[in-house]
C-alpha cells in the first residue's frame, strides 16, 4: 500500500512569496505605464498562475491589453522573477517542523502549485528545501492545473502517494474547489494570499499557524474521508 500524503499548495500556503510577486508584477507594469500595485490590493490579483495576476492588476486599470502585450510583460516578470530568486521570500514559520513531523510518521509531503514547475522548483531549490517533497508540480507539469482535480491527483500518483489517504494545504478558493473536486480533505490557512476569507470556500478545517497542523489532525481528516465498505 501506498504511504499517506499531505500536498501543499505553494505561494501564501508553504511559503511567503508576496514581496517578490509584488516585486516582479509592479517590475513589469511599469514598463507598460501601469500604476503599481500595494501589498493590500495584491490579494485580488493571485490564483492562477503568473499571467492571471498580470492580466488581473492590468485590467483594474480599466485599460485592455492585447495578447502580445500580456506576452512581453509575462515575460518580463518572469525575467526578473527568476533573477532575484529566492528574494525575500520564506517559508511560513512552523511549516518546516511540521513537515518533519509529519515525515516521522510515515507521510510524504509534495508540492502541487500553480506557478510553473521550473520556478517552483528553483525556489524550493533557493530555499535548500527542495529536496524534502517527493514531487514538486507546477501548472505546467500536466495538461491541466488546478482548480482541475487531476493535477492533485497526479500530484499525489508523482510523489509515489495513496490518494485515499490524502489531505490538500491551501491558501484560496482554488485549492480548497480542487481538493472536493478529487475527493480528498482540505485544510486551509487564513493567512494566505486570498481576499475573501477561506471559511467562505467550506474547507475541512482552518488553522492560523503550522503548530495546528500534526499527524492527530491529518489521520483525523484522512478517517472521516474513508467511505464504509
Excluded: W
Excluded at 122 to 130: E, G, P, R, S, V
Amino acid at each position: 500500500m501506498p504511504p499517506p500524503i499531505v500536498v501543499f499548495d505553494l505561494d501564501g500556503t508553504l511559503v511567503h512569496t508576496a514581496p517578490d510577486l509584488i516585486d516582479s508584477l509592479n517590475h513589469a507594469l511599469a514598463s507598460a505605464g501601469v500604476g503599481a500595485v500595494n501589498a493590500e490590493g495584491f490579494h485580488r490579483y493571485v490564483g492562477q498562475g503568473a499571467r492571471a495576476m498580470i492580466e488581473r492588476a492590468y485590467s483594474s486599470t480599466g485599460r485592455e491589453a492585447a495578447t502580445k502585450e500580456i506576452d512581453a510583460l509575462l515575460d518580463r516578470f518572469l525575467v526578473h522573477y527568476r533573477q532575484n530568486m529566492p528574494g525575500k521570500s520564506r517559508p511560513y514559520d512552523g511549516v518546516l517542523a511540521a513537515i518533519d513531523d509529519l515525515k516521522s510518521a510515515g507521510f510524504l509531503v509534495a508540492v502541487c502549485t500553480n506557478k510553473t514547475e521550473h520556478n517552483a522548483v528553483d525556489l524550493l531549490q533557493a530555499l535548500k528545501i527542495d529536496k524534502i517533497f517527493s514531487a514538486i508540480c507546477g501548472q505546467d507539469t500536466f495538461t491541466v492545473r488546478k482548480p482541475d482535480p487531476a493535477h492533485l491527483t497526479g500530484t499525489i500518483d508523482r510523489a509515489g502517494g495513496d490518494r485515499n489517504r490524502a489531505v490538500m494545504l491551501g491558501d484560496s478558493e482554488t485549492d480548497i474547489v480542487t481538493a472536493k473536486a478529487a475527493g480528498i480533505p482540505v485544510v486551509a490557512v487564513d493567512f494566505g494570499y486570498t481576499e475573501r476569507d477561506v471559511c467562505e470556500f467550506k474547507p475541512d478545517r482552518i488553522i492560523s499557524h503550522y503548530a495546528a497542523l500534526d499527524t492527530e489532525l491529518v489521520n483525523e481528516l484522512i478517517n472521516a474521508a474513508v467511505q464504509p465498505c
